[in-house]
Nanobody, 120 residues
Framework: VQLQASGGGLVQPGGSLRLSCAAS????????MGWFRQAPGKQRELVATVTSGGSTTYADSVKGRFTISRDNAKNTVSLQMNSLKPEDTAVYYC???????????????WGQGTQVTVSS
């Protein structure tokens, strides 16, 4: 099982970016998918998550600016980021709690990070 993230880059303050993450491999079921981020010198923090039923959670710092969405059929999760601020600069990581095909337990998977830089 792999999580492949894409969509990072450099954007000016006030701009927008869209991150995408696809889970591939032998997957029986996905519980939740989400995004975390880690800025230099800081701990990794939750940005947003979405369950298989569509329930969402957002960090207070991104509420009203970021929107997480999920395609259960394609095992993908996206993060639409609007009104970006310099403090949103970080490496963004995709995360999923899923049951691999043939497995007995849900496991925690992380994708590789994608850099988001907000700067003028």
């Amino acid at each position: 099982v792999q999580l492949q993230a894409s969509g990072g880059g450099l954007v000016q303050p006030g701009g927008s970016l869209r991150l995408s993450c696809a889970a591939s491999g032998s997957i029986f079921s996905i519980n939740y998918m989400g995004w975390f981020r880690q800025a230099p010198g800081k701990q990794r923090e939750l940005v947003a998550t979405v369950t298989s039923g569509g329930s969402t959670t957002y960090a207070d710092s991104v509420k009203g600016r970021f929107t997480i969405s999920r395609d259960n059929a394609k095992n993908t999760v996206s993060l639409q980021m609007n009104s970006l601020k310099p403090e949103d600069t970080a490496v963004y990581y995709c995360r999923s709690f899923l049951l691999p095909g043939g497995g007995s337990f849900y496991l925690d998977y992380w994708g590789q990070g994608t850099q988001v830089t907000v700067s003028s």
